[in-house]
C-alpha cells in the first residue's frame, strides 16, 4: 500500500500503519500493507470474481454523512456486484483521495468504518493506495470474492419463462436519498430515518447471492434502478422481461411516501441505489427460492417474468402498460446525488 | 464495469462498449465489461500479485497533460509495481472519476493511450467504474499480475552484504516535473523534453523484474525518492544501507541539469517518480545481474550496499555523509505536483 498525502495535515505512513494496517490481518499474502503488492494464493477449485466501484462526495454520498458510514457504504456497493454473482468476498483494496486538510479524527472515523465491516464481512483490506486532492472525497475499491468454476450467476443467463426475482424491498434507495438530504415534511420521522439509513448502509445479500448459485439463471444487484437493470438483464440475455408494478416489494416506509404521492412510483421503479439482488430462476425452482430465502432471512419476491423479446415493460394491476422515465440514473440531473456504483 | 456519467456530456454505457470494452479482448472472464465482475481463472502454480494507484489532475500529473499520456502513466506506475516483484501483469480494472463537461473527443484520447498500453504490454482492462466528479480528474488502476509460487521480490527479503542496484537513471522524474511544469531556461531543449518526457512516460522494467527472480533478494520500484524507498526495504528487512552519491546512475540531461545547480543533488536523490527498480542482491550474482541488464536492455549499476544497522547514508566521492532533506515526497509542499504512486 502507498501513500502521499501531503505532510500539512498527517503522515501518510503512519495512517496506513495505524489505520489501515490492521485491518489486513488474518491475510497473509496483504503483507502488512508494507509491501508494493499482495499476493493471492491461487485456488483450483474457485475462479476469482473482481469487481471496482467508485464513489465520489457530492455524487454517490452526502458530504456530510458520517465518515464511518461513508467507508461501510463504498465497502458494501462492491460487496453487492459480488452477491449478485454469488461470489463469497475475501479481500478489498482502497484507494482514497483525502481532500487536503482532512484530519485525523474523520480519518479515525472512517477507518473505524471500514473495520467494522471488515469484520461483518470477513474480509481483509490487503491493499491500495492513499493521496490527497484538492477536490472533494473521491474513493475506489476493488472486491475480490470466490465462486466456484463456472458458477457464477452472470447477466446473461436468463431464459425465456423464467420467474423474475428482487430481494428485500425496491425504491428505498432513491427514496432514501432525498430522506437524507432534505429530510421529508409530512412523512412520519420513523421512515424518514429508515429510509435515510437504507441509502447511507446498503446490505449486500452475500448469503443469498452464494445460496443462488445453481438455483437463478442469471443475476446482478439494483444500482442504476430496477427497470434499467432488469434491461442489462434483457440485453445480455437477448431477451425481453414483463414486471408487475403492484407485485414490486416494498418497505412500510417506501409504501407510506406513496400513498402521499403518486408519482414517487417512477423514482421507485427507476432510482437507484438499492442494492438488492435482482435475478431470474425456472419456475421450477420457485419453491427452492422461496425456502432459501425463509432460511437467510431475506425476503425473496417474485414480480415477473422473462420472454422472448427485448426490453422492459413494467405493467399495472389492470394490465395495462406503465409509461416510465427510460432507464435510470443517466437522466437524473447531474446535481442530485445518488446512484451509481 | 458500471457507469454513472452524467447525460449532458456522454453516455457512460456507450462510452464503456465503444472506447473500454475492445480493450477487454483475450480475456474472456473480463465478459467483455458487460457484467458485474470479472472472473479471473485460477493457476496453481502461480500467485496473483496486486497493485492499486491512485492519481489526481494537478497533484500526480499537470492537468493539461496529454490525456493519452495521462492513461499510460496511470498504467506503467502499477505496471512498475508489478515489475518490481518479478510479476507478470495481465490484467487490469480502471476506476475513473471524469470532471463533469468533459468531452467525448478527451475521453477517446485517454481510451486511445490506455489501448496503446494494454497493447504493449499485453494486458487487459478486465473492468472498473466510470464516474463523474465535480473535482479534477482522479483516477485509480487495480493490476495483477502473476509471479510464480513463493518467489515474488518483496522488500522484506534483503541480507545484509548484498549489494544495492538501480536500474535506469535517477532523477529524471523529480527534474522532469520542473521540466514540464515551467520549461526549463538555460538547459538544453533536448534535455528538457527528454526529462519531461521522463516525467509524463515512466518505463515499467517488466522484463527486469521478471529476470530478477531468483537473483535478487528484495526490491521495489523507485516512486517516493530513491533515498526514502531504499529506506523502506531498511525498514521492511531491518538492516541499513550505505550509498554512493556518485554512483547514482544519471541521465544526460539530469547530469547536465546538476552542472548548473548542485542543489538539485537533493530533488535526484530525495524526489520521486522515477519508476525505476531498486533492489538488491548477494554479490555472488553481480555478474549474472549485469548479464541480465544487458539480455533486457536496461542498465542496471551497483550504487551501494546493505549492511547491520539501520537507516540509509548517502556518502560523497570523499566518503563523507551527505545529509539530505529526510524522506521522499511527504515533504515536497502540498501544491506542487509530483510524486505518489
Known amino acids: 500500500m502507498s501513500g502521499t498525502l501531503p505532510a500539512s495535515s ?78 463469497r468476498p475475501f479481500a478489498v483494496m482502497l484507494a482514497a483521495a483525502f481532500p487536503r486538510g482532512t484530519d485525523l479524527d474523520w480519518m479515525q472515523r472512517f477507518a473505524a468504518g471500514l473495520a467494522a465491516d471488515v469484520a461483518e464481512f470477513g474480509v481483509s483490506l490487503i491493499g491500495g493506495d492513499t493521496v490527497s486532492t484538492p477536490g472533494p472525497l473521491t474513493l475506489a475499491l476493488t472486491a475480490l470474492g470466490k465462486v466456484a468454476k463456472g458458477r457464477a450467476i452472470l447477466r446473461s443467463g436468463a ?12 425504491g428505498d434507495g432513491a427514496l432514501g436519498l432525498r430522506a437524507a438530504r432534505d429530510g421529508w415534511p409530512g412523512l ?18 452475500l448469503s443469498l447471492g452464494a445460496g443462488l448459485v445453481g438455483l437463478a439463471h442469471a443475476g446482478m444487484d439494483v444500482s442504476d434502478g430496477l427497470v434499467q437493470d432488469l434491461g442489462h438483464i434483457c440485453r445480455a440475455s437477448g431477451l425481453g422481461a414483463r414486471i408487475e408494478a403492484a407485485k414490486v416489494p416494498l418497505s412500510a416506509a417506501t409504501a407510506a411516501a406513496l400513498a402521499t404521492d403518486q408519482t414517487l412510483l417512477a423514482s421507485v421503479l427507476a432510482g437507484g441505489d438499492d442494492y438488492e439482488l435482482l435475478f431470474t430462476a425456472p419456475a421450477h425452482a420457485t419453491e ?39 432507464g435510470g440514473w443517466r437522466h437524473f440531473s447531474a446535481t442530485e446525488t445518488g446512484a451509481g456504483a
Open 159 to 170: 431464459q425465456a419463462g423464467d420467474v423474475v426475482w428482487v430481494s428485500g424491498s425496491i
Open 188 to 205: 412520519a420521522a420513523g421512515h424518514v430515518s429508515f429510509l435515510a439509513g437504507r441509502y447511507r448502509l446498503p446490505s449486500p445479500r
Open 288 to 326: 427452492a427460492v422461496l425456502n432459501l430465502g425463509r432460511r437467510v432471512g431475506v425476503a425473496v419476491t417474485a414480480i415477473g417474468s422473462m420472454a422472448e423479446g427485448e426490453g422492459v415493460r413494467v405493467v399495472d394491476a389492470n394490465g395495462g402498460t406503465l409509461s416510465l422515465p427510460h
Open 10 to 87: 498527517v503522515d501518510e505512513f503512519q495512517i496506513i500503519a495505524d489505520l489501515f494496517a490492521p485491518l489486513s490481518r488474518g491475510y497473509p499474502g496483504a503483507l502488512n500493507l508494507t509491501d508494493d503488492v499482495a499476493l493471492l494464493a491461487a485456488d483450483p477449485d474457485h475462479e476469482t470474481a473482481a469487481t471496482m466501484d467508485a464513489m465520489v462526495a457530492g455524487v454517490h454520498f452526502l458530504p456530510d454523512d458520517p465518515p464511518d458510514l461513508v467507508a461501510r457504504k463504498l465497502m458494501r456497493v462492491n460487496l453487492s456486484d459480488l452477491a449478485a454473482k454469488g461470489a
